[in-house]
Nanobody, 121 residues
């Protein structure tokens, strides 16, 4: 199975920056897509940004121009650089990976435990 461990969350003032990291470990054959979702209290989980193994990115409109996703395929790690943070960015951020633990397994959807990001006004 694929395990995801996030780090880098915390408390920051509006306008500040944070960098999230997510390292995948365990049995990994292929990770097609890695990305970040977030869930604020009382709201549904939403996509923040994702990146394919080939480098194609997808961003939520609300974070375009402020957040940058990057990925180190050799380290099975994905990053999220968050700049110009706003109070509405406050949420639990979850790492997500879509891939296969082995060549004979089906594609699975894997999640990290989440890391809290709090932006104060």
């Amino acid at each position: 199975q694929v395990q995801l461990v996030e780090s880098g969350g915390g408390l920051v003032q509006a306008g500040g920056s944070l960098r999230l990291s997510c390292a995948a470990s365990g049995s990994i054959f292929m990770l097609a897509t890695m990305g970040w979702y977030r869930q604020a209290p009382g709201k549904q989980r939403e996509l923040v940004a994702s990146m394919t193994s080939g480098g194609r990115t997808n961003y939520a409109d609300s974070v375009k121009g402020r957040f940058t996703i990057s990925r180190d395929n050799a380290k099975n790690t994905v990053y999220l650089q968050m700049n110009s943070l706003k109070p509405e960015d406050t949420a639990v951020y979850y790492c997500n990976a879509v891939g296969r633990p082995s060549s004979w397994s089906s594609i699975g959807d894997y999640w990290g435990q989440g890391t809290q990001v709090t932006v104060s006004s």
